[in-house]
């Protein structure tokens, strides 16, 4: 098992800044994806970012610019560091672990708000 707890959402006018960490504990393996997605209400899940173990990182075209991912491997922890906040990207974000090779695992967060408006 793989436990995510995210933390850093909250309110923040457009044009504002947010960070969001992710903490993992469990079993953990060295090699593995992390990210961030979001769902906004009557919206599907969407990616937002993702990084592997060794620093590859990827984003949705509606964040590229503005977001970016970073992790800590000794820690365990992925980071979204959110500025120029849009009120589209008003949401609930969900940190993620995906196990790759032989490892299938998948985990998710329980979620952290992220309200952009004025």
């Known amino acids: 098992q793989v436990q995510l707890v995210e933390s850093g959402g909250g309110w923040v006018q457009p044009g504002g800044s947010l960070r969001l960490s992710c903490a993992a504990s469990g079993s953990i393996f060295s090699i593995n994806v992390m990210g961030w997605y979001r769902q906004a209400p009557g919206k599907e899940r969407e990616l937002v970012a993702l990084i592997t173990s060794t620093g590859s990182s990827n984003y949705a075209d509606s964040v590229k610019g503005r977001f970016t991912v970073s992790r800590d491997n000794a820690k365990n922890a992925v980071y979204l560091q959110m500025n120029s906040l849009k009120p589209e990207d008003t949401a609930v974000y969900y940190c993620?672990?995906?196990?790759?090779?032989?490892?299938?695992?998948?985990?998710w967060g329980q979620g952290t708000q992220v309200t952009v408006s004025s």
């Open positions: 993620n672990y995906r196990g790759v090779n032989l490892d299938p695992r998948v985990y």
